[in-house]
């Protein structure tokens, strides 16, 4: 079943970062910001035309939003550990590998008791 509500967030979170109020959103897809509010939230599905406005206006792919319903998102997983490792400092990478390698670990634990 599709999570209207996490991709609602997602289009939120990619607004929020590219500083468009919901109402510029709402002007560049063409549709009122009512609309907009409801799509964020998950209690409105969005046609694939104020779908593709989104996905134009924020400058992101469909993967970005959908990868959690995907089946093969490996490769969009990918490029947003690298989008968000890029401004890492040594220290912080450290870190962030520990923890990966942590919790791969676990994760393998129990996939195979």
């Known amino acids: 079943m599709i999570d209207y509500k996490t991709i609602g967030g997602k289009i939120r979170k990619f607004r929020i970062a590219r500083n468009l109020s919901q109402e510029k959103l709402a002007e560049l897809c063409d549709v009122g910001t009512t609309h907009i509010s409801h799509i964020e939230t998950g209690n409105c599905i969005p046609s694939l035309k104020v779908f593709i406005a989104i996905l134009n206006a924020l400058s992101c792919s469909a993967d970005q939003l959908l990868c959690d319903e995907l089946d093969n998102a490996e490769l969009t997983y990918k490029a947003e550990i690298c989008n968000l490792l890029e401004d890492c ?13 942590a919790l791969k670990t676990s994760l393998r634990k129990k996939e195979f008791p």
Request: charged share 10%.
């Open 89 to 101: 400092s040594s220290h912080e990478l450290m870190i962030i590998t520990n923890t990966i390698q």
